[in-house]
């Protein structure tokens, strides 16, 4: 088994849809998101996931060069709204899993990353 | 812990927030309400639904909107904003009576109304007033400008009273029978409006009728629902439907807010419509279901009320009676309803080429995908029916 990082990017847009979203299509996929979470918790292979607020600092430089700016979009026009850590038996399985996360009906990218093995 | 309901949450939220911050921050608290869902969403799903999801969310949208406000303004000038006086109960009625405000015109005081309390976007709300979203977007943008909490009222005047009743109506009609789009019944939107119309009720007691009355036309029409539906979503028509699968419950409540609306010297077309939908609850006798719509169309002759009114003709006496009034109501001929209802009387009146005319025009107009469904399977058992009628001969 090896672990592997799944990373939901928002895009400008995605966060548009959101916006326009009724209360029963926020309420529908809500019950997508609840079923996935419980699903990879049922198999055990869920390790960690949490949401990000989408407030934040970017920091950049130390000491006196050292700048903080508001927000987390400094580097990137996409924001990562959450992120699931999961083990699988292989870069297929987590790619088939990463496949039906909820988040892709509202327009974000999903990425997903092996945890480096350093044979240590 | 299940996940609430929330269309019932987004109007309960706004209506908090507009009472806590006062109704100049309207805006804002629209993007607050919709970023505690989607907050919601990175949040459930990893430690599960909060015990109180109310309060949760409610928290949530407060910490949201005061960032927000913090942003704009410096956070001691809000007080000034807080509205001074009390609305007795909830606070969705305390929002209502808000809205309904003299300095805004009946129909921005529906469309805020839809757009707060019952949970309606833009595209909703131009559907339900047949106007285009950027209308509708740009009246609710000017109305909220138009707000003043210097104009609360705390007390239900018939005009305010008025508004909120005719907003709940749209709420429960969109819901009762969705206009376009994949679903025939939209039941969170029924539910709503009848949630509020109950708190309405609680509120006023006796002082207005037409509450009793509307109150009395939700829970008839929420006990047809489980007949109104087949398994797979599918529309059934009243012709069709089972009474034995009329909701018992909402019944008898239909009858006690029914009671207590005909005590009153005034009749409101809230009144004639529970009426009606008392007696087809209760599967009373063709001839009852036609006298309501007599009254209906002689005291309120929209056009629903008028192509209704011709199709219990129908029921109650022929065919041929249905299709003489029908023949009259030529203003109707772009509703899909209309051509539906020829339709059904010619093919019950062997006229089975006109009626697959009729029925074809009824698809060709019909925006509802579920309805489109029906009315196809209704051509198609006239063609089956004409192949065995020729068969026979």
């Given amino acids: 088994m090896k672990n592997y990082l799944i990373t939901i990017f928002n895009s400008p847009e995605a966060e548009k849809t959101w916006e326009n979203l009724t209360p029963e299509q926020m309420q529908a996929s809500m019950a997508k998101y609840m079923a996935y979470s419980e699903r990879l918790r049922n198999e055990g292979r869920l390790l960690a996931g949490e949401g990000l607020s989408m407030n934040g600092h970017t920091i950049q430089g130390t000491g006196a060069d050292q700048h903080v700016t508001d927000g987390p979009h400094i580097l990137a026009k996409e924001l990562v709204g959450g992120f699931y850590f999961i083990t699988a038996e292989n870069l297929n399985e987590a790619l088939a899993i990463a496949r039906d996360c909820p988040g892709l009906a509202h327009g974000a990218t999903v990425e997903v990353r092996e945890q480096m093995d350093y044979g240590q | ?393």
């Fill in chain 2, 1 to 393: 812990m299940d996940t609430p309901n929330f269309r019932t949450e987004h109007g309960k939220i706004t209506a908090h927030l507009v009472r806590k911050f006062g109704p100049n921050h309207l805006d804002d608290i629209l993007d607050a309400t919709q970023d505690a869902f989607i907050t919601a969403h990175q949040s459930w799903p990893h430690h599960g639904t909060p015990k109180n999801p109310t309060g949760w969310l409610i928290t949530t949208a407060e910490r949201r909107l005061i960032d927000q406000l913090r942003h704009k303004i410096r956070l001691e000038a809000l007080d000034s904003d807080l509205p001074t006086s009390e609305a007795k109960g909830p606070d969705e009625l305390h929002l209502f009576f808000l809205l309904c405000s003299p300095k805004l015109s009946y129909q921005d005081q529906i469309c805020l109304m839809l757009r707060t309390l019952g949970g309606l976007n833009s595209a909703e709300i131009a559907r339900l007033f047949h106007q285009s979203e950027e209308a509708i977007q740009r009246r609710i943008s000017r109305a909220k400008s138009k707000l003043n909490p210097a104009d609360l009222t705390t007390q239900p005047t018939a005009e305010s009273i008025n508004a909120i009743l005719k907003t709940l109506y749209l709420l429960f009609t969109e819901g009762y029978e969705t206009a376009r789009g994949p679903d025939h019944i939209r039941p969170d939107l029924a539910r709503q409006a009848l949630i509020l119309i109950a708190q309405l009720a609680l509120l006023t007691q006796e002082e207005f009728p037409e509450v009793h009355a509307l109150k009395a036309l939700i829970h008839f029409n929420i006990s047809r629902f489980p007949a109104r539906i087949t398994t797979d979503n599918q529309p059934v028509f009243l012709a069709d439907q089972d009474p034995a699968q009329y909701d018992q419950h909402q019944i008898q409540l239909g009858f006690q807010s029914l009671e207590q609306a005909f005590q009153t010297t005034y009749i409101t077309q809230y009144h004639l419509e529970a009426g009606l939908a008392a007696a087809i609850s209760r599967n009373a006798p063709a001839e009852e279901i036609l006298s309501w719509h007599e009254q209906l169309v002689n005291a309120f002759p929209s056009p629903n009320a008028r192509l209704s009114h011709a199709i219990a003709l129908g029921t109650a006496h022929s065919p041929e009676a249905a299709l003489t009034q029908l023949a009259t109501l030529t203003d109707l001929i772009a509703s899909p309803y209309y051509h539906a209802a020829l339709g059904f009387f010619q093919a019950k009146n062997n006229q089975p080429d006109a009626a697959g005319e009729s029925y074809r025009r009824a698809i060709g107009l019909s925006m509802s995908q579920p309805v489109k469904t029906a009315l196809k399977e209704r051509l198609t058992n006239i063609h089956s029916s004409k192949i065995q009628a020729r068969r026979k001969t």
